[in-house]
């Protein structure tokens, strides 16, 4: 584990809406928690969707998220302490994780399902860039999802060192995927719940599917 600690890991799925991006991260990080690879996971769960999937109770004020630290998932629904704002809320979410992540001071990931939400092209929340940039120091990884990735801000795209695709079919979309090597015929041919995974580093390919 030691080794990994100093290691940026930054995994990226795309891909279009019920292609399996969310099933894909969470059988991910499940495994890995099973395989204490990870003291806690942090995620983002507005309307609580994942924490339904995981069964797991959502978080929804400070004491609960602390108390789920303890469990090691931590599904924060914003809605009781940010009723809807849910930008506020993810730079609070970003903040507070990443304190925890250090305190912890085990390896963590961080989970922002739909991403484009919560920044642009022209400007990612400074929480967000905190843990994609200086997260690694502290074992701390970032697991992002969404359907439009040429509407991701280049700083995120730098930092992929997964890059998990699934079937899109949306000309820019499929532009952003041949930057990673995947040309776009083959990201039109993916079965629904099929998906390849490249390593921009190594240029290392995988694939798979989730269903
Ligand atoms: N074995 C399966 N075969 C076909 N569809 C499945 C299977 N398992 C799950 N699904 C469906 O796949 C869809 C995609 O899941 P999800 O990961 O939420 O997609 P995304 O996050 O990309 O929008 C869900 O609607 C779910 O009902
Ligand atoms: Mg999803």
Redesign the pocket.
């Known amino acids: 584990m030691s080794d990994d600690r100093t290691e940026l890991r930054v995994t990226l799925a795309v ?10 991260f969470l059988r991910y990080l499940v495994a890995r928690f099973q395989a204490k690879q990870l003291r806690c996971i942090f995620i983002f769960d507005p309307r609580g969707l994942m924490a339904a999937q995981l069964g797991v109770n959502v978080a929804e004020t400070e004491d609960e998220l602390e108390l789920a630290v303890t469990d090691g998932i931590v599904c924060f629904d914003p809605e009781v302490l940010f009723q809807g704002d849910h930008e506020r809320a993810f730079d609070f979410f970003c903040t507070w994780s990443y304190a925890t992540a250090q305190r912890l001071g085990a390896a963590t990931a961080l989970v922002a ?1 739909e991403i484009w939400q919560y920044q642009s092209r022209q400007k990612v929340p400074l929480p967000l860039a905190r843990w994609i940039k200086d997260g690694a120091k502290y074992g701390c990884e970032c697991c992002f ?1 969404t ?1 439009e990735p040429q509407l991701l801000n280049s700083s995120i795209k730098g930092h992929v060192t997964e890059f998990v695709c ?1 079937y899109l079919q949306e000309k820019q979309a499929l532009e952003y995927c041949r930057q990673f090597g995947i040309e776009p015929d083959e990201v039109k041919s993916l079965a ?2 099929s998906f390849i995974s490249r390593d921009p580093r190594t240029r290392g390919e995988l694939r798979g599917k ?2």
């Open positions: 891909g279009v809406s019920r292609c399996g991006k969310t099933i894909f399902d999802a359907h699934f629904n719940g989730v269903f």
